[in-house]
Each structure stands twice: as structure tokens, then as C-alpha cells.
């Protein structure tokens, strides 16, 4: 690389630390190159995204960023995760890592908030954005039903006795 592409992947990945909402910083050492595609394709499948860079750009780039935190992280062999979705990107590394013990999550940083290898695991745990909507309609449609359901019952019970008194009438 020279200069100015150095300079511009640093913007690049300024940019991306600045709008992502969850960056997870990992070692790979070790991990082939099927290995590494397969963790590079579940994560775009995902709606995320992985990249290998030099410590030493990623650490330029963190700087005037609400991730600067992480930047003792950068030691090694490392690899970025990222993701709009905060949820996203922990869940693929610490599911993928589970599987493959030569991805090491290390750490990370959601917003102003830097995680270590734990905090990345909880955030792994939770439910994703997707889901947590899914719930939260779920959760406003069942009273719905139900109330429907008790408004109309009286209703159904008195079409059901006019039509009794109907048949009884019509018999006699």
C-alpha cells in the first residue's frame, strides 16, 4: 500500500467506527482461508461485515471516534467485526468461535461502551433487533385478539339465543 491508499482505507475505517453500532475485535491466527470465508459470508448474510487491517491503521482511524477505547485491543493478528445492528456482529463472531476455536473474540465496543471478551459474549446472547420487534408485535396484537374476541362473544351469545326463539316460534 502506499500512501494514499493508506490514507484512505484510515478514513474508510474512521467512517465505519463512526457509524457502526457495534465493532468486536478478534484474533484469527490460525484460521484458514475457507475458515475465514465461511466467517466472511455468515456475517454478510448476517447484515454484517469482516476485516483484516494493520494494527496500526485500525489505530489511526479509532482515534476521534466513540471506539477509541479499544485500541489497546490491536495486538497481534487481528480482525474487525462490524454492523449497523448492534446484536449482529457478536452474535456471528462468538456463534462462529464456538465452532472454531482459533477465532478469540477479544473485545469490542458498542458506542461510547467498550466491552471485553464477556461484555461481547452477553451481547451475543441477546435477541436481535429483528426479533425484539417481532416480540414487541406480537406481544401488542394478542390483546388486541383477545379483546376482539370479548366484544364479540355477548354478541354471538344473543345471535345464538334470538335464534333459539326463532326455531321454538317457528315449531309452534
Do not use: C, W
Amino acid at each position: 500500500m502506499d500512501r494514499a491508499e493508506k490514507r484512505e482505507f484510515v478514513t474508510g475505517l474512521n467512517e465505519v467506527f463512526k457509524a457502526s453500532g457495534s465493532v468486536i475485535v478478534a484474533h484469527y491466527s490460525g484460521l484458514t482461508v475457507a475458515q475465514m470465508n465461511d466467517l466472511r459470508s455468515r456475517m454478510r448474510t448476517a447484515g454484517g461485515t469482516v476485516k483484516v487491517a494493520k494494527n496500526r491503521l485500525a489505530k489511526i482511524a479509532l482515534q476521534g471516534t466513540e471506539a477509541e477505547g479499544i485500541t489497546d485491543l490491536f495486538t497481534g493478528q487481528t480482525l474487525i467485526a462490524y454492523s449497523d445492528d448492534p446484536i449482529t456482529a457478536p452474535k456471528v463472531a462468538v456463534e462462529f468461535s464456538k465452532t472454531n476455536d482459533k477465532l478469540v473474540v477479544l473485545g469490542g465496543a458498542m458506542g461510547t461502551t467498550n466491552l471485553d471478551a464477556d461484555g461481547v459474549k452477553a451481547l451475543a446472547a441477546l435477541p436481535s433487533l429483528d426479533e425484539l420487534r417481532a416480540k414487541l408485535v406480537g406481544m401488542i396484537s394478542t390483546p388486541a385478539t383477545r379483546i376482539a374476541q370479548v366484544v364479540n362473544a355477548p354478541a354471538g351469545q344473543l345471535a345464538r339465543v334470538f335464534g333459539a326463539y326463532a326455531k321454538k316460534d317457528e315449531a309452534a
